[in-house]
């Protein structure tokens, strides 16, 4: 004979929520996505828009004849020098970091981690005047520097310096947490079936890492190519020789005369991010269809 009374858990299975007790009101939610929305278009589309009309606004020729200037050339070929050695370094850097931290447990593990983040929470002009005090002419090293003829500050060894201290968070912080996630199962078995250390590193632990790496990889090239805070100090601003590709851009944008060329030149690095944008969607679609438990 049933009870009165019915069972905790068959009272949990009767009861459907209403949608009304969990869902925000039409209009709240409209609301809310017309003002990011608003946010976008004002801060990021708005913004990229003035930046190709007023490049392209003289035409397709004039536009092209701005990258003719060999100071141009200069500044765009020492980014993409900046580039091609500081992420390399920071690749390498980032890896062997993330796997330190997230494998082992060491004393100084927390120094070593907080000092990974130190690049975030320092400007990018105090890094660059770190590094004046360190090499410049009257700092710690800049006396035997200059007896050695070795010049390091207002030269590209500089900038790449600067670069690589902004920037080589970015990889060691993708991989971190996903690395962290993964734990040593894996490993641990490889290595019980006779794997050697490169093999479980090349085969084991790259596959299941590839995506956040190239993510991280992406984050730093942007960053590397775009970092005017570090660079402006330690290059000098010598054009045609120490120049990057946003301090070049500064240097145009303020003569009316080339006006034009300076959102000529700021285009580039608009593409560059619309790619990096473009770039971190596939790998996040891609890892979503190689990881479907990991979705959200």
């Not at 035997?144 to 060691?172: C, Q």
């Not at 479980?200 to 995506?211: A, E, S």
């Not at 730093?220 to 402006?232: I, K, P, W």
Request: proline fraction near 6%; charged fraction near 10%; aromatic fraction near 12%.
């Amino acid at each position: 004979m049933a009870g009165p009374t019915t069972s905790l858990a068959q009272r949990s299975r009767t009861f459907v929520p209403s949608r009304r007790a969990v869902a925000e009101p039409a209009w709240v939610r409209r609301s809310l996505i017309g003002l990011a929305l608003l946010f976008l278009f004002i801060f990021l589309i708005l913004p990229l828009i003035v930046v190709f009309t007023e490049a392209l606004g003289q035409g397709m020729g004039a536009y092209f004849n701005s990258f003719s200037d060999p100071n141009t050339w200069a500044a765009i070929k020492l980014t993409l020098l900046t580039a091609v050695i500081a992420v390399p370094l920071n690749t390498i850097f980032g890896v062997a970091a993330a796997w330190c931290l997230a494998k082992y447990q060491f004393p100084g593990r927390s120094l070593l981690l907080t000092l990974v983040d130190l690049p975030f929470a320092v400007s990018p002009v105090i890094s660059g005047l770190m590094y004046v005090l360190i090499f410049g002419r009257q700092g710690w090293l800049g006396p035997w520097l200059f007896d050695h003829d070795i010049r390091i500050i207002f030269a590209v060894p500089g900038i790449v310096l600067a670069t690589v201290f902004v920037t080589f968070p970015f990889v060691a912080r993708e991989l971190i947490p996903l690395m962290e996630g993964q734990g040593n199962d894996e490993e641990y078995a490889a290595l019980t079936l006779g794997a050697s250390g490169w093999q479980t590193f090349w085969r084991v632990t790259v596959p299941n890492i590839k995506w956040g790496l190239f993510y991280g990889v992406i984050l730093c090239n942007a960053r590397a190519m775009g970092e005017f805070g570090a660079v402006s100090v330690v290059s000098g601003h010598f054009a045609g020789k120490t120049m990057t590709l946003p301090l070049h851009i500064e240097l145009l944008y303020q003569s009316p005369e080339s006006y034009a060329a300076a959102f000529a030149c700021a285009s580039l690095l608009s593409m560059l991010a619309l790619i990096t944008m473009a770039l971190k969607s596939f790998i996040e679609w891609r890892h979503a269809r190689a990881n479907p438990d990991e979705a959200v």
